[in-house]
Protein backbone atom coordinates (compact mmCIF):
# COMPACT_ATOMS: atom_id res chain seq x y z
CA UNK A 1 0.00 0.00 0.00
CA UNK A 2 3.15 2.49 0.59
CA UNK A 3 4.60 1.51 -3.01
CA UNK A 4 1.09 2.71 -4.14
CA UNK A 5 0.89 5.73 -2.56
CA UNK A 6 4.67 6.61 -3.28
CA UNK A 7 3.74 5.97 -7.01
CA UNK A 8 0.39 7.89 -6.79
CA UNK A 9 2.52 10.69 -5.50
CA UNK A 10 5.03 10.32 -8.53
CA UNK A 11 2.39 10.93 -11.19
CA UNK A 12 1.11 14.04 -9.58
CA UNK A 13 4.61 15.43 -9.65
CA UNK A 14 5.48 14.59 -12.60
CA UNK A 15 2.18 15.60 -13.87
CA UNK A 16 2.60 18.75 -12.35
CA UNK A 17 5.81 19.69 -13.76
CA UNK A 18 4.93 18.71 -17.30
CA UNK A 19 1.52 20.97 -16.84
CA UNK A 20 4.20 24.09 -15.82
CA UNK A 21 6.80 23.41 -18.20
CA UNK A 22 4.42 22.94 -21.05
CA UNK A 23 2.56 26.62 -20.43
CA UNK A 24 6.56 28.04 -19.95
CA UNK A 25 7.01 26.02 -23.50
CA UNK A 26 4.08 27.95 -24.81
CA UNK A 27 4.70 31.81 -23.59
CA UNK A 28 8.22 31.36 -24.47
CA UNK A 29 6.86 30.51 -28.00
CA UNK A 30 4.64 33.47 -28.07
CA UNK A 31 6.99 35.86 -26.79
CA UNK A 32 9.47 34.90 -30.12
CA UNK A 33 6.39 35.34 -32.98
CA UNK A 34 5.92 38.04 -30.99
CA UNK A 35 9.25 39.65 -31.41
CA UNK A 36 9.46 38.05 -34.84
CA UNK A 37 6.48 39.77 -35.94
CA UNK A 38 8.32 43.27 -35.11
CA UNK A 39 11.49 42.74 -36.31
CA UNK A 40 10.19 41.51 -39.50
CA UNK A 41 7.76 44.56 -39.70
CA UNK A 42 10.85 46.95 -38.88
CA UNK A 43 13.00 45.17 -42.08
CA UNK A 44 10.04 46.27 -43.66
CA UNK A 45 9.59 49.78 -42.75
CA UNK A 46 13.56 49.64 -43.30
CA UNK A 47 13.48 48.81 -47.08
CA UNK A 48 10.16 51.23 -47.66
CA UNK A 49 12.37 53.80 -46.38
CA UNK A 50 15.11 52.96 -48.58
CA UNK A 51 13.13 52.78 -51.33
CA UNK A 52 11.97 56.21 -50.98
CA UNK A 53 15.32 57.80 -50.92
CA UNK A 54 16.61 55.33 -54.04
CA UNK A 55 18.92 53.52 -51.74
CA UNK A 56 17.25 50.21 -52.45
CA UNK A 57 15.31 48.57 -55.24
CA UNK A 58 11.67 47.31 -55.32
CA UNK A 59 12.58 43.96 -55.36
CA UNK A 60 14.36 44.74 -51.56
CA UNK A 61 11.01 46.19 -50.33
CA UNK A 62 9.15 43.16 -52.07
CA UNK A 63 11.27 40.53 -50.72
CA UNK A 64 10.96 41.72 -47.00
CA UNK A 65 7.24 41.89 -47.61
CA UNK A 66 7.41 38.63 -48.61
CA UNK A 67 8.77 37.33 -45.87
CA UNK A 68 6.17 38.93 -42.95
CA UNK A 69 3.87 37.58 -45.30
CA UNK A 70 4.64 34.31 -45.19
CA UNK A 71 5.53 34.70 -41.21
CA UNK A 72 2.40 35.48 -40.89
CA UNK A 73 0.71 32.99 -43.14
CA UNK A 74 2.81 30.20 -41.00
CA UNK A 75 1.98 31.64 -37.66
CA UNK A 76 -1.81 32.42 -38.34
CA UNK A 77 -4.41 31.03 -35.95
CA UNK A 78 -6.78 29.38 -38.74
CA UNK A 79 -6.90 28.36 -42.04
CA UNK A 80 -9.04 31.53 -43.49
CA UNK A 81 -6.13 34.01 -42.08
CA UNK A 82 -3.55 31.84 -43.86
CA UNK A 83 -5.52 31.54 -47.11
CA UNK A 84 -5.62 36.06 -46.74
CA UNK A 85 -1.84 35.74 -46.53
CA UNK A 86 -1.18 33.27 -49.10
CA UNK A 87 -3.57 35.22 -51.55
CA UNK A 88 -0.96 38.34 -51.02
CA UNK A 89 1.77 35.96 -51.37
CA UNK A 90 0.10 35.56 -54.63
CA UNK A 91 -0.29 38.69 -55.29
CA UNK A 92 3.07 40.29 -55.08
CA UNK A 93 4.58 37.31 -57.08
CA UNK A 94 2.18 38.25 -59.48
CA UNK A 95 3.24 41.65 -59.52
CA UNK A 96 6.96 40.37 -59.45
CA UNK A 97 6.49 37.82 -62.27
CA UNK A 98 4.71 41.07 -64.74
CA UNK A 99 8.20 43.04 -63.54
CA UNK A 100 10.68 40.34 -64.47
CA UNK A 101 8.69 39.87 -67.92
CA UNK A 102 8.83 43.39 -68.68
CA UNK A 103 12.64 43.16 -68.24
CA UNK A 104 12.79 40.30 -70.38
CA UNK A 105 11.38 41.87 -72.92
CA UNK A 106 13.64 45.28 -72.93
CA UNK A 107 17.11 43.18 -72.91
CA UNK A 108 17.27 43.49 -69.00
CA UNK A 109 16.99 40.38 -67.72
CA UNK A 110 17.19 36.80 -69.00
CA UNK A 111 14.63 33.71 -69.50
CA UNK A 112 16.17 32.35 -66.68
CA UNK A 113 14.69 34.95 -64.57
CA UNK A 114 10.98 34.45 -66.03
CA UNK A 115 10.94 30.61 -65.34
CA UNK A 116 12.19 31.20 -61.96
CA UNK A 117 9.51 33.92 -61.13
CA UNK A 118 6.91 31.84 -62.95
CA UNK A 119 8.29 28.74 -60.82
CA UNK A 120 7.84 31.14 -57.87
CA UNK A 121 4.50 32.02 -58.44
CA UNK A 122 2.75 28.46 -59.67
CA UNK A 123 4.92 27.29 -56.03
CA UNK A 124 2.79 29.88 -54.13
CA UNK A 125 -0.49 29.43 -56.39
CA UNK A 126 -0.59 25.64 -55.46
CA UNK A 127 0.26 25.97 -51.79
CA UNK A 128 -2.84 28.81 -51.79
CA UNK A 129 -5.43 26.38 -53.61
CA UNK A 130 -4.12 23.03 -50.98
CA UNK A 131 -4.89 25.68 -48.87
CA UNK A 132 -8.25 26.26 -49.94
CA UNK A 133 -8.83 22.14 -50.16
CA UNK A 134 -8.08 22.04 -46.19
CA UNK A 135 -10.25 24.65 -45.34
CA UNK A 136 -13.26 23.07 -47.60
CA UNK A 137 -12.10 19.66 -45.36
CA UNK A 138 -12.86 21.10 -41.75
Do not use: P
Not at 70 to 87: C, G, L, M, P, S
Amino acid sequence: MNTTLVRSLSLVVLFSVLAVSSRADATAHAQIIKEREAVLSEIVSYQESLFATGTADEAAVTSAHLALRTFRRDTAATVAEKIKQQESIVQAYEKNLATVKTRMNTGLGTRFDFLTATDVLLQAKQLLEELKLNEKKS
